[in-house]
């Protein structure tokens, strides 16, 4: 039987909730600011990667980290796990395109379709959706907010807060 679990990390913007299961992984991650719903965070449980805590710790301390946990993608449409599949191919400190991770991922003039991929995203940071940006150069929409796309694009350019 699955126990989901949640667990929160303090780093500098405030605290980041994680709801997991140790069986398949990390589902859901709120960014600071957007505290889950009542009946949202199952029962506290101690996390199963440890080291996930520090890494988040050390990225909003602006260190580059690469987030390589298990993630539970069940429910995730075949196209959905290819586009974030390549979301995850971006490097701390770049961005892509839209139009360019639909390209990649085997739809060309899929741009819009990648949007509403990025805007279910239930892992932000761990899967880097604030990293896919507009061609035109400007952000585009976060689910925790435009704000929040643009400080994590900042941290990332210049490691400061």
Not at 47 to 64: M, Q, V
Not at 133 to 148: E, L, N, V
């Amino acid at each position: 039987m699955l126990t989901p679990l949640s667990y929160y990390v303090e780093v500098p913007p405030g605290r980041i909730y994680l709801c997991f299961t140790r069986e398949y992984g990390i589902y859901r991650l709120f960014l600071p600011g957007s505290k889950p719903a009542l009946g949202e965070l199952p029962e506290p449980g101690e996390l199963s990667w440890p080291e996930l805590e520090d890494d988040l710790k050390k990225y909003f301390g602006g260190t580059s980290v690469e987030f390589r946990y298990p993630l539970d993608l069940s429910g995730w449409s075949t196209f959905a796990r290819k586009v974030m599949g390549e979301v995850l191919r971006i490097s701390h400190g770049s961005t892509r395109s839209y139009g360019e991770v639909a390209s990649r991922a085997g739809v060309p003039g899929g741009a819009r379709a990648v949007g509403r991929v990025m805007a279910g995203n239930p892992v932000p940071l761990l899967i880097p959706c604030h990293r896919v940006i507009r061609s035109d150069g400007s952000p585009g929409g976060f689910t925790s907010g435009a704000s929040w796309k643009e400080y994590l694009l900042n941290l990332e350019k210049t490691g400061r807060l």
